[in-house]
């Protein structure tokens, strides 16, 4: 995928935090099914909060140090 990114645009939706590592520019999407007629928002996240949504992606604790410490090392591991 990564060389398929380099004359080409592309988008990937994942649940692993190890191919969301790889990624230039993260958009969370989030369904909200409080009300009758459902809605989705659309984040462009920044580096700290893509830190965030990585360690939620790998331990479901999006303020667990470990998985922090984990989602930066992937981060950077990926670049």
Do not use: Y
Not at 1 to 8: G, I, Q, T
Not at 11 to 21: G, I, N, P, R
Not at 29 to 46: A, F, G, M, R, W
């Amino acid at each position: 995928m990564k060389k398929l990114s380099v004359d080409r645009q592309v988008l990937v939706v994942t649940h692993l935090a190890q191919v969301a590592s790889f990624a230039d520019t993260h958009i969370k999407v989030t369904k909200n099914d409080s009300s009758d007629l459902p809605s989705i928002e659309i984040q462009s996240l920044n580096n700290d909060k893509r830190v965030v949504e990585i360690s939620r992606m790998l331990s479901g604790s999006p303020d667990s140090e470990n998985a922090q410490k984990h989602a930066v090392e992937l981060l950077e591991n990926a670049k």
